[in-house]
């Protein structure tokens, strides 16, 4: 951004910029974002920068007195953007996609000048009834009946230990009021989750007191899917060691290599024994928008709560994150908690509305569902179901160059958007290949035109890409592939 006028410095100590002021860098703000957009393709992805270079390039200590707000603006260029690493790249394809988009900013512009805090409904009316109009929209999408109801939070991580804590409270052992500490006649509580389930699930067992090593890994197949048998037996054994179980998390879109646990199967399991189950479909709750991706949710209607994140894959920016439940009550006894100075304003349940405050840990809360409603009503459920399925393709398609080039395999079947494959000349020893694989991986993000990540599969090193990216289209894709070979010594 330029120096040009107008360039205004906050008198000190009271007031805010004045309107007249605050237009036109509105203005330039606006015009730097959509530039910022126009021109992303154009960019290199990863920063080459140092560690502590970005920090070293500003003040250590916050200034005395009020700078020129055109000064600020114009660091913003100088100093931070050569740290960033462009997430919205259309080249980018590491993680999962998470794309920023024109109706989101609008909405995250709007959010930011509101600036409500979406507690209860009394002080929060358009805010408490657009998440709820929004979280039934998601609902419908997904194809899930209504007695779902659903709460946002920031992140699936958070969203997870909500639903265990939820799950803890279930169980009957009044943790909510007495606590865990100095109980000795309190069970050990165990948390199942495949070898391949994402972390939150060790993360919700530290911050409840449940313990990371209480969260019992369950072998996989040979699809990377939860196996039953071996759930079954972790089971049995753990009852026998006088073990409680507390939840079960089945996924739903693997971080690793996309893949979906046997949702329905893992409920009878659950059915039988009593057990809270949890799905993370974070990322591949997506797939349920399609008519032919629903296959992805078979069994969830059986779960007793489920984490789904627009914004992996449903083109809503970070953050927003949903927890869907069919036993609510159960969030509400867990958090609804209304001190005397928050009473005029709550009771929101009382008057047929929902105070959103009584279903988490946060009392303030951002207006998210603002950005949500203006991306699903421009997008339209249409453009949302083109969008996932053109993602998919390509992913097919990736797929079938790796399945058609020698030295080159496939790690894991490809059910979505993510695709995990490596190289592997013959010759090398499998420690070779994998140094071989990482060295691809990392001489790729250095060089900045193209971003993957890589994995580790069966103890096997694997390269993956993960699509999702609103920007990405095929002449991105056979780009990177060509510029994947050629990291790996070979050339076209």
């Not at 007793?304 to 083109?315: A, E, I, Q, T, Y």
Request: proline share 6%.
């Amino acid at each position: 951004m330029n120096r040009a006028d107008p360039s205004y410095t906050l008198a000190p100590p009271l007031g805010d910029i004045p309107p007249d002021a605050l237009r036109p860098l509105l203005h330039q703000v606006a015009d730097w974002a959509a530039d910022y957009r126009a021109e992303i393709e154009s960019r290199c992805i990863s920063p080459r920068v140092e560690p502590g270079e970005i920090a070293a390039g500003l003040p250590g200590a916050m200034p005395d007195n009020p700078e020129p707000l055109q000064a600020i603006l114009a660091d913003l260029d100088e100093r931070v953007m050569p740290g960033v690493v462009h997430w919205g790249h259309p080249s980018f394809l590491g993680y999962f996609g998470s794309t920023s988009n024109g109706p989101a900013l609008l909405g995250e512009v709007v959010a930011a000048a509101l600036n409500v805090s979406a507690m209860t409904w009394k002080v929060s009316p358009a805010a408490t009834e657009l998440e709820t109009v929004v979280l039934g929209w998601l609902r419908g999408m997904l194809g899930l009946a209504p007695e779902w109801e659903g709460i946002v939070y920031d992140t699936g991580s958070v969203a997870a230990m909500h639903a265990l804590a939820a799950a803890r409270e279930a169980l009957g052992l009044d943790v909510r009021r007495r606590g865990l500490s100095a109980r000795p006649e309190l069970p050990k509580l165990r948390v199942y989750a495949s070898d391949q389930a994402h972390s939150s699930a060790e993360k919700a067992a530290i911050a409840l007191g449940v313990g990371e090593e209480n969260v019992r890994r369950i072998p996989t197949d040979a699809e990377f899917r939860m196996d039953v048998g071996q759930l079954r037996r972790a089971l049995y054994e753990d009852e026998r060691a006088g073990c409680r179980p507390l939840a079960i998390i089945a996924t739903v879109g693997t971080t690793s290599t996309g893949s979906v646990d046997r949702v329905d199967e893992i409920a009878d399991v659950c059915a039988e024994r009593g057990v809270w189950l949890h799905v993370d479909a974070a990322y591949g709750g997506a797939m349920g928008v399609l008519p032919e991706g629903r296959w992805a949710l078979h069994g969830c209607e059986h779960a007793d709560s489920m984490v789904v994140n627009p914004h992996k894959w449903l083109f809503v920016p970070l953050d927003f994150s949903v927890l869907f439940t069919r036993r609510p009550e159960w969030l509400r006894r867990t958090f609804s908690l209304v001190p005397e100075y928050l009473r005029g304003d709550a009771g929101g349940n009382e008057a047929g509305e929902r105070d959103y405050m009584d279903y988490g840990i946060q009392l303030g809360r951002r207006f998210r569902a603002l950005k949500a409603w203006m991306v699903f009503r421009a997008f339209g459920r249409s453009g949302i179901e083109a969008r996932v399925r053109e993602h998919c393709r390509l992913a097919r398609l990736w797929s079938s160059w790796v399945d058609a080039e020698e030295e080159w395999e496939m790690l894991a079947p490809t059910t979505m958007s993510v695709v995990c494959f490596r190289h592997s000349p013959a010759g090398m020893t499998s420690a070779e290949v994998d140094a071989h694989n990482e060295a691809i991986a990392a001489r790729i993000n250095k060089e900045g035109e193209l971003y993957l990540t890589h994995t580790k599969l069966r103890g096997r090193a694997a390269l993956r890409i993960g699509l999702g990216n609103l920007l990405t289209e095929e002449r991105h894709l056979r780009a990177a592939w060509e510029r994947v070979r050629a990291a790996a010594g070979q050339r076209g």
